[in-house]
């Protein structure tokens, strides 16, 4: 708590005031940087207590501005597992935000798509989650001010934020395929049986983070949306071997069609 005090403490000092919608931005997934009028941005070994992404995909810097007349404050990078972070320094940003006045979370990740109906570089939607993370951020001493000792998580996806989100694809005539995302540890990629496990365990898409962070948002009662760029496709039949590279690229052509989405919801907030 006390480096949650300071690192809030620090932001402020900086201008970092009054932000109203956080966004988490995944593997290649920049883009929506563009559409943000700067104010402020510090890279994160400047913040006190902050994690440093160590995925060259990840820039690693936190912005605070405007998109669409809306304050925002935006995590280029995020933090993974497989880095060696444990879920509370994972987490630990989306107190921050929470500390310094969002109401409403935006994320984004790159994932496989278990679902063989989707395709890579569509999008979906997170309507639910699987965890198979060995850890939770939730683990140890609970801060009643933050949240109950057992957050309930029947919606752990804003039903509201959703909705919006159906309505912008329709009218912006953006596919947004919707499902339930499975997190692994990684950072190996899976083999054929554990693709076919997730997929008889109910998942849509398989990937390496977003979860932890739904599950803080929820318990300190913040609105959180996630959407995933699907990057390849998990067919363990037909599978073939992936290299970052192809993960990137895939993101990429997908990239203007997710910040077209998450801009028009931030306008619509």
């Known amino acids: 708590m006390e480096n949650l005090q300071e690192t809030v403490t620090y932001l402020k000092s900086e201008g970092f005031n009054e932000p109203v919608i956080g966004i988490v931005l995944g593997t290649g997934?920049?883009?929506?940087?563009?559409?943000?009028?700067?104010?402020?941005?510090?890279?994160?070994d400047k913040?006190?207590?902050?994690?440093?992404?160590?995925?060259?995909s990840h820039h690693g810097k936190l912005i605070y501005g405007t998109i669409r007349g809306k304050m925002v404050l935006v995590m280029q990078g995020r933090f993974h597992y497989y880095e060696g972070y444990n879920m509370?320094?994972?987490?630990?940003?989306?107190?921050?935000?929470?500390?310094?006045?969002i109401q409403n979370l935006l994320i984004s990740n790159a994932a496989g798509a278990i679902n063989l109906a989707y395709k890579k570089s569509s999008l979906m939607l997170l309507t639910d989650h699987i965890n198979l993370y060995p850890e939770n951020p939730l683990r140890g001493k609970n801060w009643e001010d933050f949240g109950p000792r057992f957050p309930d998580m029947s919606e752990p996806y804003s039903l509201k934020l959703n909705d919006l989100l159906r309505t912008?694809?329709?009218?912006?005539n953006i596919q947004l395929h919707e499902g339930t995302y499975v997190p692994v540890t990684g950072p190996n990629l899976e083999t054929k049986a554990e693709y076919k496990m997730i997929r008889l365990l109910g998942g849509d898409a398989v990937g390496m983070s977003t979860v932890p962070e739904v599950i803080v948002a929820r318990h300190m009662n913040l609105p959180c949306c996630a959407i995933s760029v699907l990057t390849d496709e998990?067919?363990?039949?037909?599978?073939?071997?992936?290299a970052i590279e192809d993960i990137l690229a895939a993101a990429a052509v997908a990239e203007p069609?997710?910040?077209?989405?998450?801009?028009e919801l931030i306008t619509k907030l």
């Open 29 to 44: 997934l920049g883009g929506l940087v563009s559409e943000i009028e700067i104010i402020k941005s510090i890279d994160y």
């Open 47 to 56: 913040i006190p207590h902050f994690p440093v992404s160590t995925v060259e």
């Open 88 to 101: 509370k320094e994972i987490t630990f940003p989306i107190r921050v935000m929470k500390l310094l006045g």
């Open 168 to 172: 912008i694809s329709n009218e912006q």
């Open 234 to 242: 998990c067919d363990p039949e037909n599978l073939k071997e992936v």
């Open 257 to 263: 069609q997710l910040t077209k989405l998450y801009t």
